[in-house]
């Protein structure tokens, strides 16, 4: 029956299909949009095009006309006994689709799309300029072009422009294309003269959402240099130079420009010993022994252009006073001493070189610098200071300033020397004093505990005793990422806290330590939750400071970030063994601090630790709680089971009629399975009608995934009698002995019974075979023998004719058929006259006969006319 009904449907379902296909809206419009039979698992798939993929529909219906899957690559074949179809493709393709469908009765039809996004890097990336080669020129604008070969699909894609490392620009499209295409993106710049040697690259990005790999799969372009030619600029430099007579002067005409520019210098003097030195952008006129004043121009040009600097050299004229002269500084630590007044010198070129010309010097450490001079024309050097004071030393170029452990935040030494002419040139040290901070530390402000997803917070960082505040970078971190600078450019005199960026008029400035306090605002998010915030102090001291830059870091400050709970995995239809417990379902939340969960049925608190019974499948409701918030989900659940049989032991049944073994043998287990019939360890079909041959022990067995049953089911299949052998007739040949036998099939085993009028008779029973002898048959043993087999189904009767042979047996032997039919015609005239005559008809009865057998014919003697037969008597005689 069950494959008789298959068959019959699957035209029409094959139709429905069809149908579905063709009349996409007008299927769907059938299954009601409140019923969602269908969950696809996953249900949202973003594949690389050409990768295999493999989708599970599964669904809550037990019963069901049959479920699967239909898509570009084919249909997968009905299957009406699971509750999931899986779909595979070996490579997802462009075009590829797939929808998977239920038929839940004749007429109520559902669907479910697959959303399906494939996707493709690009075969390459390149970036160029567009319309133009070779170097830019500054202030120009241009255009960059990235060409992205085959990708797909086109709305996931974010072109990413980047300068070196840092983010220029993006490009999204929102032409909605699956299929490969080639993109083009242009980038507009318009350079500066710092964007010389800059790189360009672009990268191509695919968003595919949360579905999507992560991180995103990009292709980024080789980096593009650029060269950006610019007009030549000078430098900053003095234009006026003031020296006295007869020194050395230099001239600084430095610039910059790209191409390198050419320089050029013109005067308006007849003096001759110059000399020209070039050092990169640095371009420097040494002269020497300057007597006269004068115009030095410097012209520098490349081909973007050419600007002109003046430069005048100032010859001061001899003062006829000799300055005053100090012959012994004191060098004292703490006694500063001060130049004469009188003696303090005017601007002018040094005759004398400090090496090195300024000086970084942590707190503490030793320092140590030379003044040297070139001039002849001097009576003594010296330096003068707090610290390393060297006195007036006569008659030599190199005077040294040394101290052991620098510590004088103020210090200010200078070198002087005293010239034949009592000119005092002095040239004074720059020193820098630096210290890093004795402590630092972060600590949030007005706040403990952990934070809040969402709200404002402020961390600080205090550092201790640092110098000098105005090359002090705070930098702040998240992990090891940088996330803020906080500069000091302002010169600050006294210790201050300072959490905001201050003004500070430059009456502050001071060099000596103080302590600082930085702030940062930070909003944290979930995502921070156990983050790490650093701060670090670093001493930007210039080029002559020490690299890489003093740092000192604070120990990290671990942040906790409480937030609500949401929930990340959480299967919406679950399956669940029975007696396991709400608690058993996994599911992932994401909340800080750790939810918890509560389950709801119908609005009442379900015990989660309660163990499930079969009755217990139904639609819950979680709710994940934490003191920040709380979120809910209704979950389906569905509680399974071992099959177990519901079958009697014995099933009876008449042969050939309609049969309910489905229906009396049946299983209970969640999810249902099919029984499998077995007899004689020989796989069978169930049979559609029960005929004699499918009597027999069965063997039922079926299993699910939470275990197997089997089940004996023993069929008996009942039928009436039948005669081994048809109606017969036995010639008596004289004097023998005659046995008749008799024998029927049947279930149960048929009764049979003898049913004859003579005497000389015995029965007798050998197993099913009843048998009559007639010992010494004579011709009254002549007659209709009937043989009567019964059982509760049915009855049937057999008739052997004894017919006596009186020595022309041959002759008679055509005699026989006439005999039987006449004998026949006979029983039954006689018979419906004695029914209206009753009563005056004589019966022959044997003894053994019984004659209340419902099936019993009546006994009557073979009529005397019988044709051929001369016995009067019309028995047949015994042959002796
Ligand atoms: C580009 O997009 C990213 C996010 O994808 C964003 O963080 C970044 O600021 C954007 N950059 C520009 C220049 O728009
Ligand atoms: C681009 O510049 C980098 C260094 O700035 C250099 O290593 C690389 O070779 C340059 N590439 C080209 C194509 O000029
Ligand atoms: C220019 O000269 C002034 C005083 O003469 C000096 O203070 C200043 O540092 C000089 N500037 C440069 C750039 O040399
Ligand atoms: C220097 O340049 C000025 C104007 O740019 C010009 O008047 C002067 O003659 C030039 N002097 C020399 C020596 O080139
Ligand atoms: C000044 O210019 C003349 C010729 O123009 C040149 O010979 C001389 O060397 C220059 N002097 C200096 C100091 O540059
Ligand atoms: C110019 O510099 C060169 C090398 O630095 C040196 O040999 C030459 O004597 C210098 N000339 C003058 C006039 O200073
Ligand atoms: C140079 O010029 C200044 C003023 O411009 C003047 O005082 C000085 O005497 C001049 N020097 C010579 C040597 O001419
Ligand atoms: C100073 O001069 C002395 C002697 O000439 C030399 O040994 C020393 O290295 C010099 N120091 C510096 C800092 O140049
Ligand atoms: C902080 O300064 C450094 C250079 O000192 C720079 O590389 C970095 O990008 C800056 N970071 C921020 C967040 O401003
Ligand atoms: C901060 O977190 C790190 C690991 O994330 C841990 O090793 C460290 O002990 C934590 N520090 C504090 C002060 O909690």
């Known amino acids: 029956m069950e494959c008789q009904r298959t068959t019959m449907l699957s035209p029409q379902r094959m139709l429905g299909l069809l149908m579905l296909i063709l009349l996409h809206g007008a299927a769907d419009g059938a299954c009601p949009p409140d019923i969602n039979p269908l969950t696809l698992e996953p249900p949202v798939v973003v594949v690389r095009h050409g990768d295999p993929l493999e989708v599970n529909c599964s669904t809550l219906f037990n019963t069901h006309l049959g479920m699967h899957w239909v898509s570009t690559e084919g249909k997968t074949s009905l299957e009406e006994d699971r509750q999931f179809v899986t779909w595979n493709v070996a490579g997802v393709d462009w075009g590829t689709q797939a929808q998977c469908n239920i038929k839940l009765n004749g007429s109520l039809q559902c669907s479910q799309d697959l959303t399906l996004t ?102 980024t372009s080789e980096p593009l240099n650029i060269t950006v030619h610019y007009a030549p600029k000078f430098l900053p430099g003095n234009d006026t130079v003031v020296v006295s007579a007869g020194s050395d002067v230099s001239l600084d005409c430095s610039a910059e420009g790209n191409p390198p520019p050419e320089l050029k210098w013109t005067n308006n003097t007849a003096e001759g010993n110059a000399n020209e030195t070039t050092v990169g952008p640095l371009r420097t006129l040494s002269i020497s022994r300057v007597t006269a004043n004068a115009t030095y121009n410097c012209t520098v040009t490349n081909r973007l252009g050419s600007i002109t600097k003046q430069m005048h050299v100032l010859v001061e004229v001899p003062p006829q006073q000799q300055p ?200 944290p998010s979930r995502d921070d939750d156990g983050a790490q915030y650093r701060c670090g102090a670093e001493l930007d001291l210039g080029p002559e400071g020490p690299q890489p830059h003093p740092s000192v870091t604070s120990e990290p400050l671990n942040i906790t970030v409480h937030y609500k709970p949401v929930i990340e995995r959480l299967n919406l239809h679950s399956h669940v063994n029975e007696s396991s417990t709400l608690d058993m379902i996994l599911y992932t939340v994401n909340g800080n601090p ?24 139904g639609q819950y409701v979680i709710t994940i709680t934490n003191d920040i918030g709380s979120t809910n989900s209704t979950v389906h659940i569905t509680v399974e089971y071992a099959p177990k049989f519901t079958c009697p032991d014995q099933y009876i049944f008449k042969e050939n009629e309609n049969h309910n073994l489905l229906v009396t043998c049946t299983v209970d287990g969640n999810p249902s399975s099919k029984i499998t019939w077995y007899k004689a360890q020989q796989k069978v ?35 009436a009698p039948e005669f081994l052998l048809g109606n017969d007739t036995v010639i008596l040949s004289g004097d023998s002995d005659v046995s008749l036998n008799c024998s029927a099939e049947g279930n149960p085993p048929p009764e049979i019974n003898w049913t004859f009028a003579a005497g000389n008779v015995m029965v007798s029973n050998e197993g099913r075979q009843r048998t009559v002898r007639i010992t010494r048959a004579t011709s009254t043993n002549a007659g209709i023998y009937i043989c009567t087999a019964t059982n509760r189904v049915g009855t049937a009767t057999r008739t052997t004719t004894v017919i006596p042979m009186k020595g022309y047996s041959t002759i008679m032997i055509w005699w026989i058929p006439v005999v039987i039919l006449v004998t026949f015609v006979l029983i039954v005239v006689l018979y419906c006259r004695w029914r209206k005559r009753h009563g005056h008809y004589h019966f022959i009865t044997n003894n053994n006969t019984e004659v209340n057998q419902p099936n019993n014919v009546p006994m009557m003697p ?9 016995d009067p008597g019309g028995y047949p005689t015994k042959k002796v």
């Open 118 to 219: 494939v996707y493709k890097t690009p075969d390459s990336v390149s970036i160029s300029v567009l319309s133009h080669s070779g170097p830019m020129v500054e202030g120009t604008e241009y255009q960059l072009q990235c060409d992205i070969q085959n990708i797909a699909p086109l709305q996931n894609l974010v072109v990413k422009w980047y300068k070196g490392n840092e983010p220029v620009g993006n490009v999204t499209y929102s032409n909605i294309i699956k299929t490969p295409v080639n993109v083009s993106a242009t980038l507009m710049i318009t350079p500066s003269r710092d964007d010389d040697g800059a790189q360009y690259r672009c990268g191509a990005e695919l968003d595919l959402g949360p579905e999507g790999p992560q991180p995103h799969p990009t292709v």
């Open 324 to 523: 005053t002269m100090f012959p012994t500084l004191p060098t004292t630590p703490g006694a500063t001493t001060t130049l004469p007044a009188a003696a303090k010198p005017k601007v002018v070129t040094s005759p004398l070189e400090l090496n090195p010309p300024r000086v970084v010097v942590r707190y503490g450490d030793s320092v140590s610098v030379n003044c040297t001079t070139s001039s002849t024309v001097h009576e003594g050097m010296g330096w003068e200071a707090t610290y390393g004071g060297t006195g007036f030393e006569q008659d030599v170029n190199i005077v040294t300033w040394t101290v052991d452990h620098l510590t004088d935040w103020t210090i200010e030494p200078k070198c002087y020397m005293t010239l034949t002419n009592s000119d005092q040139p002095i040239e004074v040290l720059p020193v820098i004093l630096y210290k890093t901070p004795d402590s630092i530390s972060i600590s949030p402000l007005s706040h403990s505990g952990p934070m809040v997803e969402g709200t404002v917070y402020q961390l600080q960082c205090d550092m201790q005793n640092i110098a000098p505040l105005q090359n002090l970078v705070v930098k702040w971190y998240k992990g090891n990422e940088p996330v803020d600078n906080v500069t000091y450019s302002n010169i600050i005199k006294t210790p201050v806290n300072v959490s905001a960026p201050l003004m500070i008029t430059p009456s502050n400035i001071s060099k000596t330590p103080v302590n600082v306090s930085a702030t940062l605002m930070i909003t």
């Open 594 to 617: 750790p939810p918890n969960a509560v389950w709801y049925q119908e609005g009442r608190q379900v015990n989660a630790s309660a163990p499930l019974a079969r009755s217990d499948s």
């Open 685 to 719: 079909d169930i049979p559609q009608s029960l005929t004699r041959e499918n009597r027999g022990e069965y063997t039922l067995v079926t299993n699910n995934k939470h275990g197997q049953a089997s089940h004996t089911l023993v069929i008996d299949v009942l039928y």
């Open 862 to 870: 073979l009529p005397t006319t019988v044709v051929g037969n001369p």
